[in-house]
């Protein structure tokens, strides 16, 4: 299984530019992600507002400014965490194995989840006209019904719990990273799933501040040229 190797730094103290673009991937992704999260707690305050799509459509449609808020952090958060999760094993020495599985995973789920982001502003465009809202929610949920989207949905959900523990047991292993950096990564799973369980959003908002400490802790790694 193949992981993404950083190239080396140029002479002296300066940081390579690939190494930066990783960076700062590590950095803003998981930013955007904590802002999506946050706005849509703030929009959907009762919870689990988006588990059908007539329940999207109701959400977009009473508040669309909010609505496009958390899609466009979102999307945006999505397309910066695919290279990030595949910059991890680049630090996370300790097990490289169990690094390139978790980031590809990680990796993977954030690819599905762009797709179910993109689809956001599909969502708020048929919630603003109101016309077509049954026909809509319907045909969605009868899609993603079908069995050809199975892998889909495994690889959106495994990638999403999976993926963060294996690379927080790769950091925890990995003497160059501080072992908090593992620990807040591996703790944002259970957190974010208790968040969807109890409807609480503002769970899944505490989760993703472990996300964000744990991806920065890699990010400095990343562009310090000590460890190449």
Same mark, same amino acid.
């Given at each position: 299984?193949?992981?993404?190797?950083?190239?080396?730094?140029?002479?002296?103290?300066?940081?390579?530019?690939? !190494?930066?673009?990783?960076?700062?991937?590590? %950095?803003?992704?998981?930013?955007?992600?904590? !802002?999506?999260?946050?706005?849509?707690?703030?929009?959907?305050?009762?919870?689990?507002?988006?588990?059908?799509?007539?329940?999207?459509?109701?959400?977009?449609?009473?508040?669309?400014?909010?609505?496009?808020?958390?899609?466009?952090?979102?999307?945006?958060?999505?397309?910066?965490? %695919?290279?990030?999760?595949?910059?991890?094993?680049? %630090?996370?020495?300790?097990?490289?194995?169990?690094?390139?599985?978790?980031?590809?995973?990680?990796?993977?789920?954030?690819?599905?989840?762009?797709?179910?982001?993109?689809?956001?502003?599909?969502?708020?465009?048929?919630?603003?006209?109101?016309?077509?809202?049954?026909?809509?929610?319907?045909? %969605?949920?009868?899609?993603?019904?079908?069995?050809?989207?199975?892998?889909?949905?495994?690889?959106?959900?495994?990638?999403?719990?999976?993926?963060?523990?294996?690379?927080?047991?790769?950091?925890?292993?990995?003497?160059?990273?501080?072992?908090?950096?593992?620990?807040?990564?591996?703790?944002?799973?259970?957190?974010?799933?208790?968040?969807?369980?109890?409807?609480?959003?503002?769970?899944?908002?505490? !989760?993703?501040?472990?996300?964000?400490?744990?991806?920065?802790?890699?990010?400095?790694?990343?562009?310090?040229? !000590?460890?190449?």
């Amino acid at each position: 299984m193949t992981t993404t190797t950083l190239p080396p730094t140029a002479t002296g103290s300066r940081v390579g530019p690939h !190494a930066r673009m990783f960076g700062v991937a590590l %950095v803003l992704g998981p930013v955007l992600m904590l !802002a999506s999260n946050l706005l849509w707690a703030l929009m959907d305050a009762g919870g689990s507002g988006d588990e059908t799509t007539a329940g999207d459509l109701a959400l977009a449609a009473a508040d669309p400014g909010l609505y496009l808020g958390t899609t466009l952090a979102a999307a945006f958060a999505c397309l910066l965490l %695919v290279p990030a999760a595949l910059a991890v094993p680049s %630090v996370a020495t300790g097990s490289p194995r169990i690094a390139a599985l978790g980031s590809w995973l990680m990796a993977g789920s954030y690819t599905c989840y762009f797709a179910f982001a993109h689809q956001g502003f599909l969502t708020l465009s048929v919630a603003e006209r109101g016309d077509g809202t049954a026909s809509y929610a319907a045909a %969605v949920d009868a899609a993603l019904a079908e069995p050809h989207l199975v892998w889909f949905t495994v690889l959106l959900i495994a990638g999403n719990l999976l993926g963060p523990v294996l690379l927080g047991v790769a950091l925890l292993r990995t003497a160059s990273v501080p072992r908090w950096a593992g620990i807040a990564l591996i703790a944002w799973v259970p957190v974010h799933v208790g968040g969807r369980a109890s409807g609480t959003e503002w769970l899944s908002v505490v !989760a993703t501040f472990g996300l964000v400490a744990a991806f920065v802790a890699v990010a400095r790694r990343v562009v310090s040229p !000590a460890t190449r």
